[in-house]
């Protein structure tokens, strides 16, 4: 009788104790805070919060996709040719290499991937730095690899710069940025640079490319507003560090009434790092927009509501399915911000 009591007693010890297989709660390091500048905010982000650094030691970390179907968040390291992927039971490991330059030949410059997105049939699509191309890539998303298909590789005979940032319309069709910065000097003087501007371009269905915009010295991340009538592109340009808002033709095919969105000079004082970079629109037209100092955050009427100030400089945003985390490529490093329950 009291050796069934102590191996019952020994039962039930071990049946109370974590396995070894159970999800732990991991705690990351944060860094940054929430700065409030409209009441509105509170119903998009708890000021409480704290980002959370939950991958580092990158180059230049950009790009960043969550993948709902796999549960994953990619990003690219652009100076180092990967796109890394990060899981919560996984943390952050090598998913693409090289992800966007594939010539033996060896150049300067930053030369991986940028950009990614999903297609319509989920397939990723890199901005392809060094290959200097929009691209596919051909192999299905939980078996990646450094095979790709050419979307758009050239405007009336010639090679793009590098293209940076890339969103689809509903249509299917292929909106995209191409400033210099995957160049070897990353400057408009570059001697392999075919263009004498930095454009705005679109890849229609039928695998057209229209130049829909010469006039931005720096081109950088663009979104839809609600509805696709009017798309919002970010100027990376110090001296012109803004956000302009336009209008799409009737057509799609051009686009109309230029005007600044927002102009974050005032912004870029001493000490404060970043410009104008990638962001991403929510469903109720609100902006998540990298800029100096941080993220920050707008209503659709331009009027800033709030920032995520940080030390490091942001690259780019991407937000889950349900609009309620904020993923941050910042620098050397990428965060996670649970704006709320």
Known sequence: MKHNFILLLLFIFYACQPSPQSDTIVKYETTGSIIG???????????GAKPEIIATGYKWSEGPLWVEAHNMLLFSDVPANTVYKWTEAAGAEVYLSPS???????RGGETGSNGLILDATGKLVLCQHGNRQMAAMDAPLDKPEANFTALAKTFNGKRFNSPNDAVY???????????PYGLTTQNDN????EF?????????TNGEVLLLEDSITRPNGLAFLPGEKQILI???DPQKPYWYRYTLSASGDSLIDRCIFYNALPH???????LPDGLKIDKQGNVFASGPG?????????????????REPASNVALSPDEKTLYITNNMQVLRLRMRK
């Open 37 to 47: 500048y409209d009441s509105a905010l509170s119903a998009l982000i708890d000021t």
């Open 100 to 106: 966007g330059y594939t010539d033996s030949a060896k």
């Open 169 to 179: 319309n509903i249509a299917g069709e292929l909106f995209f940025t191409d400033p």
């Open 190 to 193: 570059d001697p392999d640079k």
């Open 196 to 204: 004498s501007f930095n454009g705005v371009f679109k890849l229609k």
């Open 234 to 236: 970010a100027s990376s």
């Open 268 to 274: 870029m004082k001493e000490g404060v790092t970043g």
């Open 294 to 310: 941080g993220v920050y955050i707008f209503n659709t009427a331009a009027k800033l509501m709030g920032l995520v100030q940080l």
